[in-house]
């Protein structure tokens, strides 16, 4: 059996790979672009100033499930995706058969609703520290990080699945040539929780 993000991953490429094939765009042959190689060292940046704070953020060892991963995509920009486990709850086992209780499940939903809000925080921030090291994608494109959040069947379905974070790359830019003050920056920053 494959495990979940593996199986997530697959169906969010064949997705990508599918609406790129859809609307026309065409990932090789005559498309001027990014230096792939470039891109590539300047996405190994950021997966890893990604996967620092998450790390540090959400504590092992079952905080960062699948450490940060970029993706270029032609006339979007960058993507990077990662999966945490907001707070490991008790997992019902042989030993220990017993359900959830509404207690525990309640400790749980506070906790992951502040962790929530402490990745809407921590994203816009590493993005304005270190989203300069993209040098590779143009103005007009994206850097956009989803951050999938596990949980178990039992914790319900009012928390969000998904959180993604988009800023364009000229408001990056504006920001570190200080024509954009941080606050300013933050509310450009698109949120969407699924």
């Not at 094939?21 to 470039?38: D, I, K, Q, V």
């Not at 190994?44 to 959400?58: R, W």
Request: no cysteine; net charge positive.
């Amino acid at each position: 059996m494959m495990p979940f993000g593996s199986v997530r991953r697959e169906l969010v490429a064949a997705l990508v790979a599918g609406t790129l094939l859809l609307s026309g765009h065409h990932l090789s042959g005559g498309a001027t672009g990014p230096s792939s190689t470039a891109l590539k060292a300047q996405m190994k940046v950021l997966e890893a100033v990604i996967n620092e704070t998450m790390g540090q953020t959400f504590a092992p060892p079952f905080g960062l499930l699948e450490k940060a991963k970029g993706t270029y995509l032609p006339n979007f920009g960058v993507v990077f995706s990662l999966e945490v486990n907001l707070y490991p709850v008790r997992i019902p086992n042989p030993f220990d058969v017993r359900p959830l209780s509404k207690e525990e499940l309640e400790k749980a939903r506070k906790v992951k609703l502040e962790r929530i809000r402490t990745i809407k925080q921590a994203v816009p921030r590493l993005l304005a520290d270190h989203g300069s090291t993209l040098r590779e994608i143009g103005a007009d494109e994206s850097i956009a990080v989803v951050v999938h959040l596990f949980h178990f069947q039992a914790e319900g379905e009012s928390l969000p699945t998904q959180i993604v974070m988009e800023v364009k790359k000229s408001d990056l830019d504006q920001y570190w040539d200080k024509k954009l003050s941080f606050d300013a920056l933050r509310e450009k920053v698109k949120t969407l929780e699924l």
